[in-house]
């Protein structure tokens, strides 16, 4: 079981909006704003689009965008594309009593119908 | 250009040692950690352990402490995830990822290397 919860799938139709949500605790995403977003398309590496809760890295769309609310971050994708059909994982640091500095979400697969 | 080129697909036998590699280039090697993540077939990531080439200290998952080592080698800014006997459960793509840090902190991790792809069968 992963520290993080993320939904298993969300779904859209092209141009909606989605939103993916990540939850966790005063330890990690209610403590820190180093959450970062990855999108993972199949038989590829992860890539970085959301870094510190809610900046975009140079290149990636400016339909990526994130946010924070107590213990849970969120990805939202606008205009959604058959090209974000992929998995998400959120990451954050976390404080918790493990010597692990990072906590992974589950992974969100998204289908674009 | 910052990028990290992974060591190519390993197929090995139980009870066999193996060393992968990540090599960094484009940027100052000695700055950023790297972590190493598993991802078995189907599954999650989930992180293993990086190493800080500003002093070559290491720091592992719990999951993964005692059964690989995190290593490298500064001159050619390469860095290393050895197994000294490898399990059936190893089976997995691997992938190392350039790390910034704020102290002890990772802040995120970018870029990813390719993955390696290891598959562990009698």
Not at chain 1, 2 to 21: E, F, N, R, Y
Not at chain 1, 35 to 47: D, E, L, M, R, T
Not at chain 1, 81 to 96: F, G, P, Q, V
Request: overall charge neutral; some cysteine; glycine content about 10%.
């Amino acid at each position: 079981q992963s520290a993080l919860t993320q939904p298993a799938s969300v779904s859209g139709s092209p141009g909606q909006s989605i939103t993916i949500s990540c939850t966790g605790t005063s330890s990690d995403v209610g403590a820190y704003f180093h959450v970062s977003w990855y999108q993972q398309h199949p038989g590829k590496a992860p890539k970085l689009i959301i870094f510190d809760v809610a900046n975009r890295p140079s290149g990636v769309s400016t339909r990526f965008s994130g946010s924070k609310s107590a213990n849970t971050a969120s990805l939202t994708i606008s205009g959604l594309l058959a090209e974000d059909e992929a998995d998400y994982y959120c990451i954050s640091h976390t404080s918790s009593s493990t010597p692990t500095p990072v906590v992974f979400g589950g992974g969100t697969r998204l289908t674009v119908l | 250009e910052v990028q990290l080129v992974q060591s190519g697909a390993e197929v090995k036998k139980p009870g066999e040692s193996l060393t992968i590699s990540c090599k960094g280039s484009g940027y100052d090697f000695s700055t950023y950690w790297i972590s190493w993540v598993r991802q078995m077939p189907g599954k999650g990531l989930e992180w293993m352990g990086r190493i800080d080439p500003s002093d070559s200290s290491a720091s592992y998952s719990p999951s993964f402490q005692g059964h690989v080592t995190i290593s490298l080698d500064k001159s050619i800014t390469t860095a290393y995830l050895q197994w000294g006997s490898l399990k059936t459960s190893d089976t997995a793509m691997y992938y190392c990822a350039r790390t910034p840090h704020n102290g002890d902190f990772p802040r995120w991790f970018d870029p990813w290397g390719q993955g390696t792809l290891v598959i562990v069968s009698s």
